[in-house]
Structure formats: C-alpha cells, structure tokens
C-alpha cells in the first residue's frame, strides 16, 4: 500500500537565512498510522509542519499527501488534511456552532446561510451530536470564551475532523493543558483514530506521549536523527538495567564480585543486563534483596541520549 | 468511489461562493459584536461632519457659495467608507500571522476567495457606518432626497469596494502589521487634503494638483459629490470630474490594485 504522506528530499530556507530550517529530510507515514515528530525547540518541527500543511513553500524537495502533490495540487491536499495548530484556531468572536460552521462553509460541506435554523437538517443533527460529545450541548450557542481550555481544544479536534480528513496534525496540542484534560484530549483522539482510521501527525513536548506512537522520527538542527518504533529507537541506544538492594549491603557486593557481575553504586547497585534477562541474572544471587527495579528506558531516556549524541558530534566536528 | 464530500472537495462556484459569503459574514459579525470599535468608527466621522462641518459652515459659509456641511458631509462620507475597508483588508497581515484566520488559510479554496471574501466582508463592515453617517447628515440638515439617498448608498458601495482594492494593493508590499501602522499615516493622512475630503481643491497649485490626481480617494469623493450635487447649482464649483470619468478610473484602477495586490500577497504568504 503506497504511503499517506511521502516527503523526499525536503529542504526549508527561510529568506535571509544562512542556514536550512528543514535539512533535506525523507520520510514516509503509512495510512492509519500514529506518527511522532520529536525534536528540541528550533529543531524544524513547526516548519516541517507549516510545509506538510501548505503554509509555507519549500525551497527544494518533493511532498506528497493522500496521492496529491503538494506544490501543484495544494488544495486538494488542503481538503484531505486536518490541522490543530499550537496557538489555538478558534475565533474568540464567534459562538461555537458558528466556528463548526464557517469551517463547513470553508470545506464545502454545506451551503452558506447567516443563522444556524437556517442550515440544512443533517448539518443541525451533526453539530447537537458534537455538542452531546463534547457535553457543552447548553454552551454551544454561546460564545467561545464560556469554554474551558481542554474544552476549546476538542472543539478544534470535533471542527478538524467533520470533513473526515485522511490525516490529522497536531501541533503540540495538548501544550497548556492540565493532566485531566490532556488524559480526556488523548482518550478521545485514540477512539476517533480507531473509529475513523485517521492518520495522526503528531509534534509534542510531551515524551510520554510519544509512547503510543507506530513511528518516532526525531529531528534535530534540521535533519532526522533518528526513527523508527518506539521500541527500535529505545533499544538502539538506551542500555536496560537492575536496580537492586539489600538489608546487608556488603554481603550483596561480596558476592556480585565473587560471581563476577559488574555493578556500580548509585547508590542502589545498578547491574547493567547486556542482554541478559533481569530473571536470569537475579535467580543467581543468594542474598536476600530489598529492592529490585528493573530499568526500561522510555521514549524521554532515548531521545535526550539521541540529541545528546548528536550535540556532541557536532561540536567535535566544528571544534575539527 | 466518490463520496459526498470528495464532490464538494473539488472547490465549485458553489463551494467558493459559501466560502466567500462566511469569510465576509464573519467580519461583519465580528463588527457587530465589537463594542469598543462600533462606537468608535461612529465617533470620529461624527465629529468631523458635526464640528468641522458645522463650524466651517458658521464661519465661512455665509460668504461663499459653497455649503460646507454637506460639502464636508460627502468627503467624510466617501472617505469613512473608502478607509474602513482598506485598513480592514490589511488586517489580513495580523489575520496570518496570529488567531483563527490559520483556520481560513489552511482550508480548500483559493487564496483568491479568500481575499474577495475579506473585501466583501470589510464592505459589509463599512456600509452600516455609511448608513449611520448618512442619518446623522440627515439630522443636521443636509439636503436629501431619494435620489440622493439612493446616490450615496450606490457610490458608498463603490468607494468601499474601492478601498478594499487600494488595501489589497498596499498590503502585497508591506511585511507586518507593524510596518502597516508606521506607513499609514503617511499613506492616508494627506490624502484628507490632496483628496479634498475637507475642503475645496478646485485651485491646488500645479505641484499639488499632481499629488490630488495620485490620490485614489479623490475619484471616491468626487464620484460622490458628482451624484449629490447633480443638476445643483453648486455642481460646477464643487465637482472635479465628470461621474463616468470617476468610475472609469476607479474601475481601471481597481483592477490593478486587486491583480497586483493578490498575486504579491499570495506569494508573499508562502514564501517566507
């Protein structure tokens, strides 16, 4: 199955700019996939977002987007794509079924008409079922301001989503928001992503978030420095250990030296597990233990050890 | 298979016509639920039609053949309406970079209907103020009748369409919002006089004169003045231009103000 979204080759020089923003990057998401872009602040996540997105033009390389070309077809790209920004999109001067409504008149979904008893039937059942959704079925009618910020955000999702976009991007949506309300976002978004097989595009701050993901690319000064599943880019750098205790310390160190198990104290022992199960190794030690944690990096673990690598490359490379 | 929505994705003349009419919609809305702006659009050609009207038409109006209120009236008139929409189209610049309108940039339809939707939109804006204005004249006393009324309604209309078309034009060449509000004064202020909203400009000196035919608010106001003072005896003192004259060069002018504007400002939103 050919991918949802193809970029080849993708170069970003902003005007007046000595350097590239977005340093000739390829990637592929495959329909229906969870996709990740990770990368610290100025990395190149918002313009390769402003690209994908047809905001803004790219100086050299191809893009494509549910089989449209970006640079000769954007509207139709435009009309395949959902987009939550970072800033929120909602005009603060408008109720919220007038803000689903100007996006439906913009998609061409439904006819322009100036009051909300004046639209077509189905248009009026689709919104009072968003409303039923969101719980905001007596606010909907009023201005925007009267909404909470998680509330504001799944209304920008519900709105996103009413043209059944192909992919959906997310531009660190859920940046602001309280633990409750990012949980309730997330909840929503997996059962809108299982129902309607959407493609998620995702750029976050937030690494746990990136746990779920198929994909992570991480992108650093401008070029992918890493990608794969959350799983291979975890495993391809960050070391699995034992974290381990006991009552009588030194007989604990006694006997990793006598059986000849590297360890260093942090001050818990940490024995580093090279490929050995956490099982195996602790059915070898007799001294009753304490403590036992077994050390799993997570996504957070593996991307600052990514972008610490790649720090320190550089700065040999420019110190050359 | 084509679905529904893949059919109205295909951006037809219905398709833009709804979008054009719900991106000038919510302008209009936007207006009318703006308090703070409402008052204020209404305030300041009040003062200019109230005061300097009224006091020039006090001091001086006796003595001359000139009757200064509804002369003072018309140029406020046509200016007011010829403003609003141009300032509003360069809110387009804000519009990009900050709130909701990322929403209108990133939507299936051409970046042409989102401009004739934001002219139509800043007129909308302005002819509830035209109205006002007009009402208010009516009150201190200018001449009117149907077809008077029905004049300044028609060429209030185009001086706002006008305005939205000089907007475009300014807006292809200017970077940021900040730039806009450092050039505008220069951009609108002197065409008060050289446009002669104020007072006559039958005799300018030739240097001046020259300025006046650059200043497109000139044809706005002229073209005003031309159907309300028509068949008057004042006609000739205080008209510049013949109407069709006027609307000729409004017409040619807006053509290019649109066609250069819009492709600048197309090509200046993308490539950054």
């Known amino acids: ?9 993708l ?5 007046n700019s000595p350097t590239n923003a977005i340093d000739d990057i390829s990637f592929q998401v495959a329909a229906g996939e969870f996709f990740v872009l990770l990368g610290p602040n100025g990395a190149g996540k918002t313009t390769t977002l402003s690209v994908l997105t047809t905001t803004l033009a790219p100086t050299l390389g191809k893009v494509e987007i549910a089989g449209y070309d970006l640079a000769r077809d954007a509207n139709r790209v435009r009309a395949h794509v959902g987009i939550i920004f970072q800033q929120p999109s909602l005009d603060q001067n408008l109720t919220a079924e007038e803000n689903v409504r100007l996006h439906a008149n913009l998609y061409g979904l439904y006819p322009f008409r100036p009051a909300f008893w004046l639209m077509p039937r189905a248009y009026k059942t ?25 509330m504001k955000r799944k209304l920008e999702i519900i709105r996103s989503l009413i043209h059944q976009p192909r992919v959906l991007f997310l531009d660190e949506p859920t940046t602001g928001l309280d633990p409750v309300s990012r949980r309730s976002l997330w909840d929503y978004l997996t059962r809108v992503r299982a129902e309607q097989e959407t493609t ?69 022992f940490r024995i580093d597990l090279n490929g050995v199960s956490a ?16 050390h799993s990096p997570s996504v957070e673990d593996a991307y600052l050890a990514i972008i610490q690598e790649h720090d320190d490359d550089r700065a040999k490379t420019n110190g050359n | 298979m084509e679905t529904k929505n893949d059919a109205a994705r295909r951006g037809g003349i219905g398709h833009n016509g709804a979008a054009i009419a719900a991106i000038a919609y919510r302008d209009l809305l936007k207006f009318l639920r ?11 050609p ?48 804000e519009d990009r970079q900050n709130d909701f309108s990322q929403e209108i940039f990133v939507s299936p339809i051409s970046r042409y209907t989102i401009v004739f939707g934001k002219i139509f939109g800043e007129t909308l804006v302005a002819l509830p103020q035209g109205l006002g204005i007009i009402l208010f004249g009516i009150l201190l006393q200018v001449p009117m009748d149907a077809a008077r009324f029905a ?46 909203v104020f007072m006559p400009i039958n005799n300018l000196p030739p240097l001046l004169n020259i300025v006046s035919l650059l200043s497109p608010l000139r044809y706005a106001v002229d073209l005003m003045r031309g159907l309300f003072y028509w068949n008057t005896p004042a006609y000739s003192d205080v008209v510049l231009f013949p109407p069709w004259l006027n609307f000729a060069i409004m017409a040619s002018s807006f053509l290019g103000f649109m066609v250069i504007g819009t492709i600048q400002f197309v090509r200046a939103e993308r490539n950054r």
């Open chain 1, 126 to 150: 689709q919104v009072n079922e968003l409303a039923a959704i969101l719980g905001i079925a007596n606010e909907i009618h009023k201005p925007i301001k009267t909404l909470s910020g998680g």
């Open chain 1, 279 to 294: 099982h195996q190794l602790l059915k070898t030690i007799d001294t009753p233990l304490t403590t036992v944690k077994i």
């Open chain 1, 1 to 9: 199955m050919s991918p949802i979204i193809q970029v080849e080759h």
């Open chain 1, 200 to 268: 998620i595009f995702l750029t976050t701050h937030y690494l746990e978030e990136a746990e779920q993901a198929d994909t992570i690319s991480i992108l650093h000064h401008g070029k992918i420095v890493a990608q794969g599943t959350p799983a291979a880019v975890k495993a391809h750098l960050v070391e699995n250990y034992l974290l381990v205790d006991a009552d009588d310390r030194a007989a604990l160190r006694q006997e990793l030296r006598q059986r000849q198990i590297a360890f260093s104290e942090t001050p818990l």
């Open chain 1, 11 to 15: 170069v970003k020089r902003y005007k």
């Open chain 2, 151 to 196: 004049g300044l309604l028609a060429t209030g209309l185009l001086a706002a369409l006008y305005g939205g078309a000089f907007g475009m034009a300014l807006l292809g060449f200017i970077p940021s919002r900040r730039a806009a509000d450092q050039l505008f004064p220069f951009v609108f202020l002197p065409q008060y006089f050289t446009a002669g």
């Open chain 2, 46 to 93: 009040l003062i200019f039609i109230g005061f300097l009207g009224g006091g020039m038409q006090a001091t001086f109006g006796a003595n001359s053949e000139y009757d200064f209120l509804a002369f003072i009236f018309t140029g406020v008139l046509a200016q007011t309406l010829w403003q609003s929409t141009a300032m509003g189209i360069v809110s387009l610049l």
């Open chain 2, 34 to 44: 703006d308090r703070a702006r409402l008052f204020s659009t209404f305030l300041f």
